[in-house]
């Protein structure tokens, strides 16, 4: 029988969840141990809730100015119809766009990007002309950087913020 994706993120779910977000190389025995299975158990959680689409994958996070990645930009895109999915094939090629985001409103894409220097990103602002209006904001910088998620589920933090207001 197959297994619902609800059923996966019960209590020891949640908390595996959030342990792995806090550090993914903990071994299964420790892992297991934080959240209160075997180790045996806690594998076989892994293993469902990966198949199951929950877990993605198991990342490391690289310091982007010590690989000489001093510039990291957002570009959002308004392109035409007939350049739409040109600059959705032209944007996977890129090496730079380190993320690309379709959006609603005024704008069509969002793109995360990161360069050497300033005339690297100039260069690609000019490559993307072709295929709309780019508008660039330079980040200066990151505050909060890849925060974890929530694994209950519900953003805690704005709801005592309106109950303070009462």
Known sequence: MAMDSTALLDGYGRKLLDELQVNARLSLAELGRRIGLSPSATAERLKQMEEMGILHGY?????????????????????????YHRLLEYVQTLEEVRE?????GGDDFLLKVTTTNMADLEALIEALLPYG?????????????????????????VTKKQSRRR
């Not at 690309?100 to 609603?104: K, M």
């Not at 780019?134 to 998620?149: A, G, M, Q």
């Open 59 to 83: 990342t490391v996070q690289i310091d982007r100015e010590a690989l000489g990645l001093e510039v990291m930009a957002f570009i959002r895109m308004s392109c035409g119809g007939q350049h």
């Open 100 to 104: 690309c985001h379709h959006l609603t």
């Open 133 to 157: 209006n780019p508008v660039t904001s330079l980040v200066l910088s990151s505050p909060v950087e890849r925060r974890k998620y929530a694994v209950t589920g519900k953003l805690i933090t």
